[in-house]
């Protein structure tokens, strides 16, 4: 195979993190509401907690992002 | 996309005045420029807030103390405790020079300080290494115990420690990483749409009125990475937070 193209499958499949992040993003926001709904009084303390874990989360898919464009731009 | 323009041409550095020292090239670019930008955005915007220092405050010292407030009463001192307000100045001086230089990348043409990772790292590397000296510097080599978890059995500690230890050199990669890619990510993706508009104005006929679509999904793109701006520029100082706890606190909870 070309090296050419290897590289931009490589950097496709690095597109997979996504994935995950998709789940973990909905598995935040959606636990957030189901105990938000359960207990509404305790919902606002714990919204900097949703914002921490919603970054995390996203911030895992984008690692993937980043392996996709060192495979582009660095290799 | 339109011929040419390519969506990571925005994140390229260009050398404004070129200086040269001891053979290093530290030239001005437009990194420096901007960087210079958002050290003047805040030190006018902090400075002309509290400027009339009034018991009622106007608009801008409102927004001020919401800064002061929300960093210091809702992020420091409920991880910290009170130890915590003698790093108060870094942590807000990361807050602030993160916020203003995520904003000032969201302006049109304007070049994105966040983005480069050699940015990031720098202040992830200076948070790591001011762990380690804080962390060594009150607690001496007790401070080692950080990688040692309570509560553990004896015969797991060979797997947990390395994996504390890896996860500890791991920490100013993932802090400078996770700001870095969040603002290259946002920047990227808005110029993609950008480029749609562009691409769907170009083909013509019925594919112009098209154009309308990714020219919506942009305004509410750009929405979101107001909202990414802030929340990253926030993270960061909340990990730091957290980082500087453990090292001032070790295990136990303020």
């Known amino acids: ?75 | 996309m339109a011929a040419g323009h390519s969506p990571m041409e925005q994140f390229t550095i260009k050398t404004l005045v070129p200086i040269e020292f001891a053979g290093y090239d530290i030239s001005f670019t437009n990194s420096s420029l901007w960087m210079l930008l958002a050290v003047i955005c805040s030190a006018a915007f902090l400075t002309l807030g509290v400027k009339r220092d009034g018991v009622v405050p106007g608009r801008l010292q409102s927004i001020v103390e919401i800064f002061y407030d929300f960093i210091m009463r809702q992020t420091v001192i409920p991880v910290m405790g009170e130890s915590g307000r003698r790093f108060f100045p870094l942590l807000f001086t990361f807050f602030i020079f993160i916020f203003f230089t995520n904003f000032l990348g969201l302006l049109p043409y304007s070049f994105t300080v966040t983005s480069h990772i050699a940015v990031t790292f720098a202040m992830a590397l200076l948070v790591f290494a001011l762990v380690l000296v804080i962390g060594f510097w009150t607690h001496g080599l007790r401070f080692l115990s950080l990688f040692v978890p309570s509560g553990v059995p004896a015969w797991i500690m060979p797997v947990i420690v390395p994996i504390e230890v890896i996860s500890f050199l791991s920490r100013p990669i993932s802090l400078s990483l996770r700001l870095a890619a969040n603002m290259l990510a946002g920047h990227t993706m808005l110029k993609v749409f950008a480029g749609f508009v562009v691409s769907l104005l170009g083909a013509g006929g019925v594919f112009s009125a098209l154009a309308i679509a990714p020219l919506l999904a942009g305004v509410a793109l750009t929405a979101l990475e107001v909202l990414v701006a802030a929340v990253q520029a926030w993270v960061f100082t909340m990990l730091t937070c957290i980082y500087l706890n453990e090292a001032v606190h070790l295990h136990d909870h303020h």
């Open chain 1, 1 to 75: 195979m070309d090296a050419e193209a290897a590289k931009f499958i490589g950097a496709g499949l690095a597109t997979l993190p996504l994935l995950g992040a998709g789940i973990g993003i909905g598995n935040v926001f959606g636990n957030y509401l189901a105990g938000a709904l359960r207990n509404p009084s305790a919902a606002a303390s714990q919204q900097q907690n949703l914002l921490l874990g919603f970054a995390f989360c996203e911030a895992t898919g984008l690692f993937g992002l980043v392996v996709a464009l060192v495979l582009i731009f660095a290799v």
